[in-house]
């Protein structure tokens, strides 16, 4: 540690540490705009220049390491001087287009211009004009704007790990652009409007649609993946006009995933479902609510004479408060077939009992990973941010081996990246055996058929000799038709190595749903619910049709029931087909309540905006439904009373040594879902779905 001394200050810091860090520690401000703390440094914009005691000229802050004793002046009058020199020279080209520019309000060059600029220029020149870029769907390009800070290409390079902008030319005629009029693909690339501290790269979807003085600012957890990545929610006029993220160090630091940043516009659909709805006589007609929950009902009333004719499917972006109250309200009246695993496959391990998925190093620990093996995953698109975590680990050295059905391209380099599409399962059970042979462990009979050779033996060699090594199963395993199978091998090859094992929850609240016993603890599962004659369904928060792994089995088992029920946010067509009743619900924005995390964190939010038209939010719902069904249990009042219910719930886990497989034959199906095709408000966000992941059509293999 050493003292340094500025503007008088004595602060303690540890020695090397740059002067912009020690300065932002203590409170005092230095103006910048090329460095960012979780950026590399590139000292380009020189507006950090401070006076440094015996330097002859003034020093850049952030490219400068402190040393013991030094003293530092940040508004001495030869630091003034120079900032206010960069300051004139930043203005010289930028246009004065502030009236128009959506990053008015909100724009460092505009906060930094008040404090050092002049309100007169001495540039009589005329200013340089830069062509804008389509850079895609998501970010609206104005170079002329740009004052080159490059945190954009840096964020490319060393976050996003795809090199989609670049700088061409020299001096003022520098150009940032993409390489050969490319669009911008990155899943994260939504970060660049963020790191821009001008209006050279802005929201496209937000555009011209509010100023930043207008926006309500309002927290809550983004409700699409099981990160759990904390956000802000800006809205008008009751309305989401745009997400941005909220520093949370320990979860996205300061990213956030373009699913999660834009997937808001769904909310705002046309197809948002307004007003009550029932179907009679084959004539929908819009209703009030009290109408439409007695006929539900009446309807299901009927139906609950064979209670085990009706399943219940619920959504695992659902809030715990919902997914609590739902099941609490379907075992109330009978109903067993409860199940929120509509992308999984095979449920053969139900037999031994139900595992709750979970990511077991923490998020900060996950970029600490010395080797990781990955089963069956696109983790860049499933779970952007765990990604980027793996991708800091492996690039302090750590060792990333993936095996898949099909090659993936990933963006950081891979140890070991073994793929095969018929023979998936044979290849997790060689580093299996491979894994117990370097344990010394023989008796494992069952595994004695399977060959081994040497990628596997390096694979399990790897986790073996690491202190900090993760085995982790992604969402390609678990759409796989033989799914059992690979947690029985995964299993194996954590307890072998000494990894811990990691079953990776995809949807933001799938932990959740295992918690509150979502699951079918003595009924049907899915697959048996969607291929068995159920006479009635109830589905929350879901569009079998397009949520399912068996998407084609949903849509008929809908057709051939009896009466259905919809709690949904969106109206369509094909939900009017099959359904009876149709529910209006509010979205994660416009409810309280709570998600649990890949890493068991309960986070709870507040409603950001009103539900649109009548919606309701869904635990209101349902408490009245209980009511009306005369459930005992539904007295809820807040939502923190339905999660007091569930606080202590306990995570289930199921002993995969007792588990006994068989590796021959077995079923090669499985899926792979476009990350913009997750849940009805991403689909029916305009923006993404003009991206290339979203165009990408679903794969199936079998």
């Given at each position: 540690?050493?003292k340094v001394e500025?503007n008088?200050?004595?602060?303690?810091?540890r020695?090397?540490?740059m002067l912009?860090d020690?300065a932002?520690?203590?409170q005092?401000?230095?103006p910048?705009?090329?460095y960012?703390?979780k950026?590399s440094?590139?000292?380009?914009c020189?507006m950090?220049?401070v006076?440094?005691?015996?330097?002859?000229k003034?020093?850049?802050?952030?490219?400068?390491?402190v040393?013991?004793g030094?003293?530092?002046f940040t508004?001495?009058p030869?630091?003034i001087?120079?900032?206010?020199?960069?300051?004139e020279?930043?203005?010289i080209?930028h246009p004065?287009?502030?009236?128009i520019c959506?990053q008015?309000?909100?724009?460092?060059?505009?906060?930094?211009?008040?404090d050092?600029?002049?309100?007169?220029s001495r540039?009589t020149e005329a200013k340089?004009?830069v062509g804008?870029r389509d850079a895609?769907?998501?970010i609206q390009?104005d170079?002329t704007r740009?004052i080159h800070?490059?945190?954009?290409?840096?964020?490319?390079?060393?976050?996003?790990g795809m090199?989609?902008l670049?700088?061409?030319?020299?001096s003022?005629?520098m150009?940032?652009?993409?390489?050969?009029e490319?669009?911008?693909?990155?899943?994260?690339?939504?970060?660049?409007?963020?790191?821009?501290?001008?209006g050279?790269l802005?929201?496209k979807?937000?555009?011209y649609s509010?100023?930043?003085?207008?926006?309500?600012s309002?927290?809550?957890i983004?409700?699409h993946?099981?990160i759990?990545?904390?956000i802000?929610l800006?809205s008008?006029?009751n309305e989401v006009?745009?997400?941005v993220?909220r520093?949370n160090e320990?979860i996205?630091e300061?990213?956030?995933s373009?699913r999660d940043r834009?997937s808001?516009e769904?909310?705002n659909?046309?197809?948002?479902?307004?007003?009550?709805?029932?179907k009679?006589?084959?004539?929908?007609?819009?209703?009030d609510w009290?109408?439409?929950l007695?006929?539900?009902?009446e309807?299901?009333?009927t139906?609950l004479k064979?209670a085990?004719?009706v399943?219940?499917l619920a959504?695992a972006n659902?809030t715990v408060?919902e997914?609590h109250?739902?099941?609490k309200l379907?075992r109330?009246?009978?109903?067993?077939?409860?199940?929120?695993?509509?992308?999984?496959r095979d449920?053969?391990?139900?037999?031994?009992?139900f595992?709750t998925?979970s990511?077991?190093?923490?998020?900060e620990?996950a970029?600490?990973?010395q080797?990781?093996?990955?089963?069956?995953?696109y983790?860049?698109?499933?779970?952007p941010?765990?990604n980027?975590r793996?991708?800091?680990a492996?690039?302090?050295?750590a060792?990333?081996?993936v095996?898949?059905?099909?090659e993936f391209d990933?963006?950081?380099p891979l140890?070991t990246?073994?793929?095969s599409?018929?023979n998936?399962?044979?290849?997790?059970?060689?580093?299996?055996k491979a894994?117990?042979?370097?344990a010394?462990?023989?008796?494992q009979?069952?595994?004695?058929a399977v060959?081994v050779?040497?990628?596997?033996?390096?694979?399990?060699?790897s986790?073996k000799?690491s202190?900090?090594?993760?085995v982790m199963l992604?969402?390609?395993?678990?759409?796989?038709g033989s799914y059992?199978?690979?947690?029985?091998?995964?299993?194996?090859?954590a307890?072998?190595?000494?990894?811990?094992?990691?079953?990776l929850?995809i949807?933001?609240?799938e932990?959740?749903?295992s918690?509150?016993?979502c699951?079918?603890?003595?009924?049907?599962n899915v697959?048996?619910?969607l291929?068995?004659?159920?006479?009635?369904f109830i589905?929350?928060?879901?569009e079998?049709?397009?949520d399912?792994i068996?998407?084609d089995k949903?849509?008929?088992a809908?057709q051939?029931?009896a009466f259905?029920?919809?709690f949904t946010?969106?109206?369509s067509?094909v939900?009017r087909?099959y359904?009876?009743?149709?529910?209006p619900?509010?979205t994660?924005?416009e409810?309280?309540?709570?998600f649990i995390?890949?890493?068991?964190i309960k986070?709870?939010f507040?409603?950001?905006?009103?539900p649109?038209?009548?919606?309701k939010?869904?635990?209101?719902v349902l408490?009245?439904l209980?009511n009306l069904?005369d459930?005992t249990?539904?007295e809820?009042t807040?939502?923190?009373e339905?999660?007091?219910e569930?606080?202590?719930n306990?995570?289930?886990?199921v002993?995969f040594?007792a588990v006994?497989?068989e590796?021959?034959?077995?079923?090669?199906?499985?899926s792979?879902?476009?990350?913009?095709m997750?849940?009805?408000?991403v689909?029916?966000?305009p923006s993404l779905?003009?991206?290339p992941d979203?165009q990408?059509?679903p794969m199936?293999?079998?």
């Amino acid at each position: 540690m050493v003292k340094v001394e500025i503007n008088g200050q004595v602060v303690e810091a540890r020695e090397g540490d740059m002067l912009i860090d020690v300065a932002d520690q203590a409170q005092i401000s230095i103006p910048r705009f090329c460095y960012h703390k979780k950026l590399s440094i590139a000292a380009n914009c020189r507006m950090c220049l401070v006076e440094v005691e015996g330097a002859w000229k003034p020093l850049p802050a952030c490219a400068t390491p402190v040393t013991d004793g030094m003293k530092v002046f940040t508004k001495s009058p030869k630091a003034i001087a120079a900032q206010k020199s960069v300051m004139e020279f930043l203005l010289i080209n930028h246009p004065l287009d502030c009236p128009i520019c959506d990053q008015g309000g909100e724009c460092e060059l505009q906060d930094v211009a008040m404090d050092y600029g002049d309100d007169v220029s001495r540039y009589t020149e005329a200013k340089r004009i830069v062509g804008d870029r389509d850079a895609g769907s998501l970010i609206q390009t104005d170079m002329t704007r740009c004052i080159h800070c490059t945190r954009c290409v840096r964020f490319g390079q060393e976050v996003a790990g795809m090199m989609e902008l670049g700088a061409t030319g020299r001096s003022e005629w520098m150009e940032i652009g993409t390489y050969i009029e490319k669009s911008i693909t990155s899943e994260m690339s939504g970060n660049m409007i963020d790191l821009c501290p001008v209006g050279a790269l802005t929201s496209k979807p937000f555009r011209y649609s509010a100023r930043a003085w207008e926006l309500k600012s309002h927290n809550g957890i983004a409700a699409h993946d099981s990160i759990g990545s904390n956000i802000i929610l800006h809205s008008k006029d009751n309305e989401v006009k745009r997400v941005v993220p909220r520093e949370n160090e320990s979860i996205n630091e300061v990213w956030l995933s373009d699913r999660d940043r834009f997937s808001y516009e769904g909310i705002n659909s046309d197809e948002r479902l307004t007003q009550p709805q029932i179907k009679e006589n084959g004539q929908w007609k819009t209703v009030d609510w009290e109408t439409a929950l007695q006929f539900a009902v009446e309807g299901l009333q009927t139906q609950l004479k064979d209670a085990s004719k009706v399943g219940v499917l619920a959504s695992a972006n659902a809030t715990v408060e919902e997914l609590h109250l739902l099941q609490k309200l379907a075992r109330g009246v009978g109903i067993e077939n409860i199940d929120h695993r509509l992308q999984q496959r095979d449920f053969s391990l139900d037999a031994s009992g139900f595992h709750t998925p979970s990511l077991v190093p923490t998020l900060e620990e996950a970029e600490k990973l010395q080797s990781a093996l990955v089963i069956g995953s696109y983790l860049r698109k499933e779970l952007p941010i765990l990604n980027h975590r793996i991708r800091k680990a492996v690039l302090a050295e750590a060792q990333a081996h993936v095996i898949n059905p099909v090659e993936f391209d990933f963006n950081y380099p891979l140890a070991t990246h073994l793929v095969s599409e018929t023979n998936f399962v044979s290849e997790v059970a060689a580093i299996a055996k491979a894994a117990v042979e370097i344990a010394g462990q023989n008796e494992q009979a069952w595994l004695n058929a399977v060959e081994v050779n040497d990628s596997h033996r390096q694979i399990a060699q790897s986790l073996k000799s690491s202190e900090k090594a993760a085995v982790m199963l992604g969402q390609i395993s678990l759409t796989h038709g033989s799914y059992a199978k690979l947690q029985k091998l995964a299993a194996v090859i954590a307890e072998m190595t000494g990894s811990t094992l990691s079953i990776l929850p995809i949807a933001a609240n799938e932990v959740g749903a295992s918690l509150v016993n979502c699951l079918p603890m003595k009924g049907l599962n899915v697959t048996q619910m969607l291929e068995g004659s159920m006479n009635a369904f109830i589905n929350y928060a879901v569009e079998p049709e397009m949520d399912s792994i068996h998407a084609d089995k949903a849509l008929q088992a809908m057709q051939k029931a009896a009466f259905v029920v919809n709690f949904t946010a969106f109206d369509s067509d094909v939900q009017r087909d099959y359904a009876d009743v149709l529910l209006p619900i509010a979205t994660f924005a416009e409810t309280a309540g709570t998600f649990i995390n890949a890493n068991g964190i309960k986070q709870s939010f507040k409603m950001a905006v009103e539900p649109k038209g009548e919606a309701k939010a869904g635990w209101k719902v349902l408490r009245v439904l209980g009511n009306l069904f005369d459930v005992t249990g539904f007295e809820q009042t807040h939502s923190n009373e339905v999660l007091a219910e569930v606080l202590d719930n306990p995570a289930k886990s199921v002993d995969f040594s007792a588990v006994d497989i068989e590796l021959k034959g077995g079923d090669d199906t499985f899926s792979i879902i476009s990350p913009y095709m997750t849940d009805a408000i991403v689909r029916r966000a305009p923006s993404l779905q003009a991206t290339p992941d979203a165009q990408a059509q679903p794969m199936k293999k079998g």
